[in-house]
C-alpha cells in the first residue's frame, strides 16, 4: 500500500467519525463524499458567477452580507467575524474556538425577528 492510500485510508477513516477532513467539505460521512460536496460548491459558485459576469457575482456577495448584518444586527456580526477570523487552511474558527477555549456568543447570530 502506498503512502498516498494509506493517509487517504486515515482521511476516511477521520470522516466517518465526523471529521470534516476536506475544507469545506462540512457533514459527508467519507472522505470521497467531502470532495464531491466541494467540487459541486466549486462549480456552483463558478457557474452562477459566469452568469452574473464577475461584476454582479461581486455585488450579490455584498448584499448577502450586508443583508446578513441587518438580520442579526452589527453585535452578532462582529461575533460572526471573530470567529470566522479564526479559521486557517486545517482547522475552522469553530475548532480553533473548542480547541483554544475562546468564549464566542453565538446567540448573538440569531435573526433579530427570531428573538
Keep these: 500500500m502506498t ?4 493517509k487517504r485510508e486515515e482521511l476516511d477513516e477521520r470522516a466517518k467519525q465526523g471529521e470534516t477532513v476536506v475544507p ?4 459527508s460521512k467519507n472522505l470521497e463524499a467531502q470532495e464531491h460536496l466541494v467540487e459541486g460548491r466549486s462549480r456552483g459558485g463558478q457557474t452562477r458567477k459566469e452568469q452574473l459576469g ?3 457575482y461581486y455585488e450579490m456577495g455584498t448584499k448577502g ?3 446578513r448584518k441587518e438580520q442579526i444586527r452589527t ?3 462582529q461575533e460572526m467575524g471573530r470567529k470566522g477570523g479564526l479559521s486557517t487552511m486545517d482547522k475552522s474558527g469553530g475548532e480553533h474556538v ?3 477555549g475562546i ?7 440569531i435573526n433579530e425577528e427570531e428573538k
Design 54 to 56: 464577475s461584476e454582479g
Design 75 to 77: 453585535a452578532g456580526y
Design 24 to 27: 469545506g467539505g462540512t457533514g
Design 65 to 67: 452580507g450586508q443583508t
Design 98 to 100: 473548542v480547541e483554544e
Design 103 to 109: 468564549d464566542i456568543n453565538e446567540s448573538k447570530f
Design 3 to 6: 503512502t498516498r492510500q494509506k
